[in-house]
């Protein structure tokens, strides 16, 4: 059974970073491309990043490029996303997701909120 | 910018037939799938590659691709089926692209 853990949110002030973890378990993590998505309170889904397999290759929302670095572990089958420079706006429950073969995402975690406030 | 439109709220009756459409610019070229988010919970994929349901997903769910439409169905919808749902395609210049979700209420 897929288990995608993430952990790592919390409250920070604006301007600040936090890293988000995601710990994969249950398939075979150096096999499947990974992706960030965030839901803002009684907002819709938005993506945020996403990693290849080898994580050479990146991609990122244009609301968080610069600001936001997703990387990855295969050898801890651990996915992250360092946010820096936070704003009010990245206040979000975080979800990582496994990618599927036709870009859909597979499986997803719990989430974990991250919250940007003074 | 690529943007998914779906239609805000869809109420149907409990054995109904519910529809939801999902409008984006030559959709019909790209994979479309839905997502399932119950309040609380994690998203649910429940069609991938325009129809194709994943395992464990009830039969009642299918979906079609075509055009500038994708259409997710809910055939005997039942009071547990009451969710958002989100449309999502992949694009090469603009990557995950989420729909801007549809309520639906089972009346």
């Known amino acids: 059974e897929v288990q995608l853990v993430e952990s790592g949110g919390g409250l920070v002030q604006p301007g600040g970073s936090l890293r988000l973890s995601c710990a994969a378990s249950g398939f075979t993590f150096r096999g499947y491309a990974m992706s960030w998505v965030r839901q803002a309170p009684g907002k819709g889904l938005e993506w945020v990043s996403a990693i290849s397999t080898s994580g050479g290759s990146t991609s990122y929302a244009d609301s968080v490029k610069g600001r936001f670095t997703i990387s990855r572990d295969n050898s801890k089958n651990t996915l992250y996303l360092q946010m820096n420079s936070l704003r009010a706006e990245d206040t979000a429950v975080y979800y990582c997701?496994?990618?599927?073969?036709?870009?859909?995402?597979?499986?997803w975690g719990q989430g974990t909120l991250v919250t940007v406030s003074s | 910018s690529y943007e998914l439109t779906q239609p805000p709220s869809v109420s149907v009756s409990p054995g109904q037939t519910a529809s939801i459409t999902c409008s984006g610019d030559k959709l019909g070229d790209k994979y479309a799938c839905w997502y399932q988010l119950r309040p609380g919970q994690s998203p649910v994929l429940v069609i991938y590659q325009d129809s194709k349901r994943p395992s464990g997903i009830p039969e009642r769910f299918s979906g079609s691709n075509s055009g500038n439409t994708a259409t997710l169905t809910i055939s005997g919808t039942q009071a547990m089926d009451e969710a958002d749902y989100y449309c999502q395609a992949w694009d090469s210049t603009y990557n995950y692209v989420f729909g801007t979700g549809t309520k639906v209420t089972v009346l």
């Open positions: 997701a496994q990618v599927g073969g036709s870009y859909d995402l597979r499986d």
